[in-house]
């Protein structure tokens, strides 16, 4: 997926804040140089088509990235899980990764838990757990509709975490190690362990420092793991892609020539011919039909 490097960088001291599309190798120099303060990057990586749409926007007016509708890639699906109350956003999480790790299977390594620095939790799943995922137009409405399906398996209490907003294309994720604007603590990685154990008030105690990443880079979003597809991750993501394209396949398009000679008109069959010389009634025309 070489040709699917590209992301929006954004932060908090940009001038314009975003539309700064950049190589995903180029973020971790920007983080440094806006001093790891409110710093975020869209998840869904882009190929160079998105800068000519770039240029046409600023042709037209200013350029942007909204609106953008082109083909994307990810390294990792994201849920986002938060909450007032950051207890309920923890409890989520937890059922949530033991329902990943215990449920289906998958291997640690391949799982990125992160504290956001305010009010929840970014779960990461490795896009190599579901097989092959190739860059798409779609890609944003399967993931969109893979955490639909995880909401299901919360408690009913838990399902208001889920936020379900950050389905489109174009939509930023706060980077790991960077300082949350308001609360002043660091978006940080943690363990399985911690995450078991460590309770909201002790999750926020640690998140005054920032922690170093081991399984990825500082982006948080290009592994170091060797990730193998899980099996159950595989079925999951082709049950998804076989339900979307039943709901959004196209109609079929009838499409009719007129005929050259409208006084000359010859048909297949009687029962055409009588359909096409009779009156039909408004109403009654999906009752006429022929064999």
Known sequence: MRKFNLVDFAAHYRKGFRNHIV????????MRRFKLYG??????????????????????????????????????????????????????ARHLSAFFVDGWGIDPDAFQVYFSGSKGFHLMLDTRLFGRVWPSKNLPLIFDSMRRHFVGELPEPLR?????????????????????????????????????????????????????????DETGFVSRADVKENLAAVQFFQRIQRQLR????????????????????????????????????????NTALFV
């Not at 609360?183 to 998140?207: G, M, P, Q, Y």
Request: net charge negative.
């Open 39 to 92: 710093c975020y990057a869209t998840y869904f990586l882009y190929s160079d088509e998105v800068l000519s749409y770039v240029s046409v926007q600023a042709a037209e007016s200013t350029p942007t990235i909204a609106g953008y509708e082109g083909k994307v890639w990810a390294f990792f699906l994201p849920i986002d899980l938060d909450h007032g109350d950051l207890t309920l956003a923890l409890d989520a």
């Open 160 to 216: 208001e975490t889920v936020d379900l907003g950050i389905k489109d294309r174009v939509r930023l994720l706060r980077l790991p190690n960077t300082v949350h604007e308001k609360s002043k603590l660091n978006k940080i990685i943690l363990s399985l362990d911690e995450l078991a154990t460590l309770s909201a008030d002790e999750i926020r105690e640690c998140a005054r420092k920032i922690r170093p990443l081991t399984m990825t």
């Open 246 to 285: 039943k709901f959004t396949r196209k109609p079929f398009v009838y499409r009719f020539r007129r005929p050259e000679d409208l006084a000359r008109l010859e048909f297949p069959c009687a029962a055409l011919q009588r359909i096409w010389e009779s009156h039909i009634e408004s109403g009654y025309r």
């Open 23 to 30: 190589a995903v190798t180029e973020v971790p120099a920007l």
